[in-house]
């Protein structure tokens, strides 16, 4: 009976998550960071077969210094679909799906198969995992997130269930990460060691050779992308951080620079409670009761002191340990650091969703009204959650359709003096029509049925007649020359 129940609540989230990820994920609109940048580097990537090195607008790109898996992805689903929203998406939306299968998989390791089911439909009724820059937009997270849980899930099966050679899963899934995202990939690792060290198992850990033939794999994933780069990297002096090849910029510009530097973005806004505003912003109401389990916790541990140890011995608490070992690093550094966003926060949601429902499961027992409170807001959330998925603006989408009546004439598209927004660019490069540059803003002798892109300040500079103004987006006005 609990194997058919597991597999039932697995078959749902399978279902749940597939269906809300995949939920318009080729008719919204491109963002502009990062998600446009992705998809500019695999087309380039696409059609210039230079598989190490990525590319925008026909030169090196210096500002994206990931390593080249997620670009690789793109490429793949490019070819077999075409350039399109869809095919930009397609491995972050597999990579969601995938994420809650192991996910799922990781809690019912140490937890009931409810406590997975209730986790995982936390997750979804809310925009941790399936929200903007993460499950449903063509950015890295998705991809790291995935491959982190994978990870995860292998050090389980290595510290509590007896495989030791889950160890090589570890290193394995790991090193994809680092493949997805540079340093990033490296965030569980000190939850690694600390859920070794309490377990009393570090120095089985170290005196295993499975551990250092591990390491070994983990090392040659990661150095085999210094090595591309160190062989076949591009020197650009013109680069953007003045960096000498992607290595640089990866180790000091975007991971040192970008936690430290006051001065690595444009715009530097102070957040001293960026845990707390993003989990307010992702987690739909949940925080609430995620703040709720935390203090009950706390407040029980306070008034029984004795407890504690009783609580760090008892079996049925290890993955609460292991998830609080997991996400208080991420936590501590994104909090003392200068440049953060809210998906950095992604590998840390599904331990905060894990933490509130083991609060939750606690509390109804001991108050029966909450579990009906939790349903309706379960009702809310995942209302609210479709809402945001069916809502994405669509705009771009219409306007740059290669059915659209002005692209479909449209025999070159003229750049005039500007620099269009990423997203607008990749629309134009899926598009495959000629592009020109050039700083005149005069249309004489321009042929019809060319689409003229430029700024709409330079829109006075313009003859009235013969232009006919299909679109405003971001800083670009577009025109079509009749």
């Keep these: 009976m609990i194997l058919k129940d597991r597999r039932v609540y697995l078959l749902l989230i399978v279902l749940l998550a597939t269906f809300m990820a995949f939920w318009k994920c080729g008719v919204a609109d491109l963002n502009d960071w990062d998600e446009a940048r992705n998809g500019v580097n695999a087309y380039e990537m696409y059609h210039n077969k230079d598989f190490v090195n990525l590319y925008y607008n026909g030169i090196p790109d210096t500002w994206n210094a990931k390593p080249p898996l997620m670009t690789w992805l793109i490429v793949v689903c490019y070819h077999l679909f075409g350039f399109n929203e869809f095919a930009l998406r397609l491995p972050s939306v597999i990579s969601s799906v995938v994420f809650f299968i192991f996910f799922f998989k990781l809690i019912e390791k140490l937890e009931a198969p409810l406590t997975a089911f209730l986790t995982c439909l936390i997750l979804l009724s809310c925009k941790a995992v399936l929200g903007t820059h993460v499950g449903i937009t ?29 160890i090589f899963g570890v290193a394995l899934f790991t090193g994809l990460a680092f493949y ?16 070794l060290l309490y377990r009393q198992k570090f120095r089985q850990f170290i005196k295993d050779r499975r551990t250092w033939m591990a390491l070994l794999l983990f090392v040659i994933i990661c150095t085999s992308w210094v090595g591309l780069i160190l062989l076949h990297g591009q020197y650009n002096t013109q680069s953007f951080y003045g960096s000498k090849n992607a290595l640089e910029t990866m180790l000091f510009h975007d991971t040192i620079r970008r936690l430290a530097s006051t001065n690595f973005e444009q715009v530097y806004v102070p957040d001293h409670f960026f845990f707390f ?13 995620f703040y709720v389990s935390v203090l009950t916790g706390l407040v029980i541990l306070y008034h029984n002191r004795k407890f504690l140890l009783v609580f760090i011995k008892r079996p049925s608490n290890r993955l609460t340990l292991f998830s609080l070992f997991l996400a208080t690093p991420l936590v501590a550094v994104l909090t003392v650091a200068t440049n953060k966003h809210a998906w950095y926060l992604a590998p840390a949601f599904g331990c905060i969703a894990f933490v509130t429902v083991k609060g939750l499961m606690y509390l109804t027992g001991r108050w029966k009204p909450l579990f009906a409170i939790c349903c309706c807001l379960f009702v809310f959330a995942i209302s609210r959650q479709f809402f945001y998925l069916s809502t994405r603006p669509h705009e771009l989408h219409d306007m740059f359709n290669p059915g659209n009546a002005y692209f479909k004439q449209c025999k070159q598209v003229v750049i005039a003096n500007v620099q269009p927004a990423q997203r607008i660019f990749l629309y134009l490069e899926w598009l495959d029509i000629p592009l020109v540059k050039t700083d005149r803003l005069s249309i004489a002798g321009l042929n019809k049925n060319i689409v003229l892109v430029l700024k709409k300040d330079q829109l006075v500079a313009l003859p009235l007649g013969g232009v006919k103004t299909i679109g405003y987006f971001d800083d670009c006005c577009l025109l079509v020359v009749e």
Excluded: H, Q
């Design 138 to 166: 063509g950015d890295y997270d998705a991809l790291l997130l995935c491959l982190l849980t994978i990870s995860a899930y292998y050090f389980v099966l290595y510290a509590e269930c007896g495989k030791a050679n889950a």
């Design 180 to 195: 997805t995202k540079g340093t990033a990939a490296f965030i569980y690792l000190p939850g690694f060691f600390m859920y």
């Design 277 to 289: 505003t993003t989990i307010d912003s992702r987690l739909n109401l949940w925080n609430y009761l």
